[in-house]
């Protein structure tokens, strides 16, 4: 298992299984963890200094989120991405989404459309300077600040977790792609739809710009195909 890369956390503020597990989960959502690898028990008492007992609690909370595979006397791996999870993940994704932007329309003030209009101008940094993972946390950022402003919040934490395995696909395709651009158009005219407090605007905006976000597993598959644990349902 490698953590070149994985950033080191002080793990006493909080309790230590679930800052194992929030740091292993991103590091797989990321792909710094790869799909398939190997995951020692180990390794991760080492680095955090800690008994099995919490270790094992994260690693069983993420087998139950579909990110690790758990194997009796063979041992612990990455998960495949699963593209029917990938799939289930659009549905869910487009309608949450467009079910809180509809009402941050109706909420957005003056403030909210400059906090949005400054995640634009940071997506458009980081996109010039190829960061693929600024470019990636600041596309979640704006979404998260959608979500928060339609009053519910919790409806942000739904979305990523049922959009874990669509996140480590765009991960994987952030470099290959031209689609930066399009995305940062498409955030841009949300802005203006909120702007202007209009609902369908909004919703019509965010479901366009939804329709797109899954990059093309064709190529994907065709790059990284042990990755992958199933071929896309193509009926």
Not at 170 to 195: K, Q, T
Not at 213 to 234: C, K, M, Q, T
Request: overall charge negative; glycine content about 4%; some cysteine.
């Amino acid at each position: 298992m490698q953590f070149d890369g994985l950033e080191r956390v002080d793990l006493r503020a909080v309790p230590i299984s679930a800052r194992v597990h929030e740091v292993l989960r991103k590091a797989i959502t990321n792909v710094e963890l790869l799909p398939g690898a190997p995951v020692s028990e180990k390794e991760l008492c080492e680095r955090y200094g800690v008994s099995r007992t919490p270790v094992r609690e994260a690693l069983l909370r993420l087998a139950d989120e579909r990110l690790v595979d758990i194997f009796p006397q063979r041992g612990t791996f990455v998960s495949r991405i699963r593209l029917d999870s990938v799939q289930d993940g659009m549905v869910i994704r487009q309608a949450l989404e467009r079910a809180s932007v509809r009402r941050a329309s109706s909420r957005a003030t003056p403030a909210d459309i400059a906090g949005l209009r400054i995640s634009l101008a940071r997506q458009r940094a980081s996109n010039l300077a190829a960061d693929f993972a600024v470019f990636h946390a600041e596309d979640e950022g704006f979404h998260q600040r959608i979500a928060d402003l339609s009053g519910h919040p919790s409806l942000w934490r739904v979305v990523r977790q049922e959009k874990v395995q669509i996140d480590r696909c765009r991960v994987l395709h952030l470099p290959l792609s031209s689609r930066r651009e399009d995305v940062i158009a498409e955030h841009a005219a949300i802005v203006d739809a909120l702007e202007r407090n209009d609902p369908d605007a909004a919703e019509h905006a965010m479901h366009a710009h939804l329709a797109g976000v899954l990059p093309g597993i064709d190529e994907l598959l065709e790059l990284h195909p042990d990755y992958f644990d199933s071929l896309p349902n193509r009926t």
